[in-house]
């Protein structure tokens, strides 16, 4: 066997010096079949890019052969010219779409509630017919919010800031009547009269269909549990008479957040229990928060935006958790800032502060009441906002690290270089619509953006699908 060996002349190639590539990504990719979070990261640009408005449905529709509130409205509203006293009944205020994405719910000031089937709304060939509507109903009463149940897809509930109930309809049934109702406790005043507080906000338990969670005008969340009676069975309080505008149930159920008109994030553990002081109060069932913090406080911490900005203490408007994140809770104050509070470590980590609604010449959102209400895209951590100042959408990245461009630690000169290159492209995008934005929702599989307008339309934002 020997005689079949060669010998090496040359011993050091035994050893051949390893020649150092770049790593492919892709090849992660095909064998894992699924994106890695930083990579999803460098394509962020790609997909924030694509965006475009694809369609816009106004609220023209009819009941009973005659035009609905919103829509006199709005005829009054263009009739008029933009009447101040008339506008201030206009606007979409809250928009949800169902946990498949099939369904989309929405509310205008006037007090009608819509449910579209989203096929209609994202073909733009296909012309939408109020006919084709699965769910139309006219409240008579103004609404500022509506929630899909999370347990059970059938229904959708809805309140107002000038209601103390909570309004609960079956998309099965064709009634213009909810199925059920489910009443605040009132107040007694110092004259001992009954006060009724408006209902600001609702929440969800995706693991109990019973339920149902809603903060009010005085600080207060409260709580029912629907197979027991149509008052609630606990009420979760905060350290001070300010509105809980903003309310957002954890993944997993436990943990309940506040977001408060004085700028106050409040965090209340819904597990309770006696053994804790945190939860104990002069009343039975009324629970104290866990935590709080202030965001004011949290922003002065950070020195760039300290130097350049006076820091007070701002209306937080709307507060979201990152679906593909969960510690990130992202606010959006009455000024137009928006940001991410890392619940893990209690501190701001992101901050974008566009210019102030006084230097641009579209204002007319912050002539009304609106609480803007923006929305998380499905993946990517990219946060969808309504502008205050402008006729359009902030699309921000706030990627959960420091090559996030809003990030309080981004510094582009570090991180950029020839083989990270992606970063110089790693920026925000504002994308012009054709009305103001109020509210926003995000399809939560393919990540189409349904947003609301001052005007009461509807603008579907994605990727265009025709060809180039």
């Not at 009954?194 to 969670?213: M, P, Q, T, Y």
Request: with cysteine; charged share 20%; net charge negative.
């Amino acid at each position: 066997m020997e005689k079949y060996l060669v010998t090496v002349k040359n011993p050091s190639a035994q050893n051949p010096k390893s020649i150092s590539r770049r790593r492919w990504k892709r090849s992660l990719i095909e064998i894992t079949g699924k994106f890695e979070p930083d990579y999803r990261h460098d394509i962020t640009c790609l997909l924030t890019q694509s965006y475009s408005e694809i369609g816009i449905y106004p609220h023209t529709y009819h009941i009973d052969g005659e035009p609905c509130r919103t829509h006199v409205d709005w005829f009054s509203n263009a009739g008029l010219n933009n009447n101040p006293s008339v506008n201030s009944r206009l606007g979409v205020t809250s928009l949800e779409f169902d946990s498949k994405g099939v369904y989309l719910a929405s509310v205008t000031k006037s007090g009608c509630l819509t449910v579209h089937d989203f096929d209609y709304l994202y073909h733009p060939d296909l012309e939408e017919d109020e006919v084709k509507q699965l769910l139309h109903i006219p409240t008579r009463q103004q609404l500022d919010v509506i929630r899909w149940n999370r347990a059970n897809q059938d229904e959708v509930a809805c309140t107002s800031t000038k209601s103390s109930e909570v309004y609960i309809f079956d998309i099965g049934y064709t009634s213009l009547e909810p199925v059920e109702v489910l009443r605040k406790r009132p107040t007694l005043s110092v004259h001992g009269y009954s006060v009724h507080k408006g209902l600001s906000d609702i929440a969800f338990s995706s693991d109990d269909n019973s339920r149902l969670l809603a903060s009010d005008m005085n600080g207060v969340i409260n709580v029912w549990d629907r197979r027991a009676s149509n008052l609630p069975c606990l009420e979760l309080s905060s350290d001070s008479n300010s509105t809980l505008n903003s309310i957002k149930l954890s993944e997993d159920n436990e943990i309940i957040f506040g977001a408060s008109k004085q700028g106050k994030v409040y965090m209340w553990d819904l597990r309770g229990g006696r053994s804790s002081n945190a939860f104990q109060n002069h009343r039975e069932g009324y629970y104290s928060p866990l935590s709080s913090v202030k965001l004011a406080h949290e922003l002065e911490k950070i020195w760039s935006l300290k130097a350049q900005s006076n820091i007070v203490s701002k209306e937080i408007h709307s507060i979201d958790i990152d679906p593909s994140c969960p510690h990130q809770l992202a606010f959006h104050l009455d000024d137009g800032w928006s940001g991410v509070l890392d619940i893990h470590k209690m501190q701001v980590t992101h901050i974008h502060c566009p210019p102030p609604p006084w230097l641009e010449e579209f204002n007319d959102l912050g002539n009304v009441s609106y609480l803007r209400k923006p929305c998380w895209l499905p993946m990517y951590s990219i946060y969808v906002v309504g502008s205050s100042s402008s006729i359009g959408l902030h699309l921000l990245d706030f990627y959960p690290d420091r090559s996030s461009p809003c990030h309080v630690d981004y510094n582009g000169e570090n991180l950029m270089s020839t083989e990270e290159s992606a970063c110089q492209r790693k920026q925000n995008r504002f994308l012009s619509l054709s009305e103001g934005v109020t509210a926003c929702a995000a399809h939560p599989l393919n990540g189409t953006i349904v947003a609301g307008t001052e005007l009461s339309s509807l603008l579907v934002i994605s990727q265009n699908t025709k060809p180039c």
